[in-house]
């Protein structure tokens, strides 16, 4: 039976064949079976596909299947809750607030609110109506000339090679016109960041794209030179991110086009993986030597670093070398392990970094206790999409968000899945220009500003059910979650938050109270072997 169709086409041609002979309308019919006998011949003796081999011709209805299987899942099978990586009602929400349409929802919630691990936002019987919805707060402390009044929601970085020229031209002008803020990603400034004037951060990657020499390295002449531009308001250090910490960047080569290999300083027809850590220092203190190097060459431009949380110890680090050179970054973003990319190896992506709900209380606390915190805003990036996750993220300990896949979506991306393989259908992350086409910078643009622009209103909405007045009044204690049938908590019930400079005090204490949680006394322990000289 695995060889019907093939046999079938033996038999059936020499009879087309005749008939063809004496009527020649059966032509067409002749040469389309002798096609199929031809392919299936050519399966039988080929060696690399073992599935074609043993079934020449019904093989490809298996391939058919699989090339249509995300769509009928998507489209046909999944419920508006259990999408991955992004439910069905987050991406509608997110289509529905970049075009301004309706956006509730009706009968009450489709979640399980009695599933373990179900999160909740706690409102006030003092709630109030908050008109504001223009939230800000100022980056850059005394060290930083030049501070920048940043929105609690903006553009996390995605690089020109990653997206297509037409989404990040959208991009940049939709925070121009929304006030907010585009960080280029490690793939370097380029003229479509710049076309429409919109607030930048410019990230510097390992290998340092568009500030480089040839040999690969940081080129101080040509950063400064850039980072003095207008339209750079920060600049942001990548040590690591959260889809592939410990990994460097990749574009794949059918993404590289000349335009980006110039703009990289790279060769064509090949993938470009960026190093996985950086040669212009190795350790904390260098990195620190760095972020003031940065800052002077920039103008006094705020400067931070970027980083997905591994080892603790390297963080505990970081914060001792600030301690001791007296130099602080103004901010520091805090990637999930979450976090979306356009390409990275399935291990790196599924098992490798810390969750940011996990990473982010760590971070806080950590600069808390060792009295830092007054000198860095705390930036949270990973899978946020939404008001409520905004608002849980700022009460773990961020001060502002970072959002990709949030924009992407209200530039136009259906979550197909094909970031890698540079056939994106919306054009967002494609070079090709058959894709590109479909995408017009002059009607997408709005839509990533009304994303921004509803998504904060909603923020205000949520900030006045609760009795607030800005983000910077939540704390821990607003966010409930379950934990099992009988116990939910507050994450200020379940996270142990340090005094201001308490860290620093047990260090110099002979005796760590035995009344603190046990992961208390690990991260003391851990402190007490972090070195500002060196990295695991």
Partial sequence: MRNVFFLLSIIIIPCMAILTYIWHDFFIIFLIFTGIFL??????????????????????????A???????????????????????????????????????????????????????????????????HDLRLLIGNSQCSQPYNASILNISAMSYGALSPEAIMAMNWGAKIGNFMQNTG?????????KHGGDLTWQLGTAYFGTRTKEGKFDPDLFKEKARHPNVKMIEIKLSQGAKPGHGGILPADKLNEEIAKIRGVQLGHDVISPPAHSAFNTPIGLLEFVQRLRELSGGKP??????????????????????????????TVDGGEGGTGAAPVEFSNHVGTPLSYALPFVYKTLVGTNLKKHIKIIASGKILTAFDIVTKISLGADLCNSARGFMLSTGCIMSLKC???????????????????LVVKEKYKRVANYHSETLKTVSE?????????????????????????????????????????????????????????????????WNEASAESFC
């Fill in 462 to 526: 949520l900030l006045g059910a609760a009795g607030l007045d800005s983000t910077e009044e939540l704390t821990p204690h607003h966010i409930h979650y379950r934990l099992n049938d009988v116990v939910h908590t507050t994450y200020d019930e379940h996270h142990f938050f340090f005094e201001p400079g308490q860290i620093l005090e047990l260090e110099q204490s002979q005796m760590i109270p035995k009344d603190l949680p046990a992961h208390i006394h690990t991260l003391i322990k851990l």
């Fill in 39 to 64: 392919v299936g011949l050519y399966n039988i003796l080929q060696s690399k596909k073992t599935l074609l081999r043993n079934f020449p011709l019904l093989a490809y209805f298996r391939y058919f």
């Fill in 66 to 132: 699989e090339l249509i299987r995300p769509e009928v899942y998507q489209y046909f099978i999944e419920s508006d809750d259990n999408g991955k990586p992004v439910s069905r009602e987050h991406r509608s929400v997110i289509y529905q607030r970049s075009k301004k349409d309706l956006d509730t929802i009706p009968w009450g919630t489709k979640l399980d609110v009695y599933q373990d691990g179900y999160h909740w936002f706690c409102h006030s019987l003092n709630a109030k109506f908050l008109d504001n």
């Fill in 420 to 438: 890698n393989k540079n056939t994106c259908p919306t054009g967002v992350t494609s070079q090709n220009p058959k894709y590109r086409y479909g």
């Fill in 186 to 194: 490690e793939g370097g400034l380029t003229e479509y960041h710049l």
């Fill in 303 to 332: 400067i931070g670093f970027k980083l997905c949380v591994g080892i603790r110890r390297d963080f505990l680090s970081i914060c001792k070398a600030m301690l001791k050179t007296g130099i602080y970054p103004d901010f520091i």
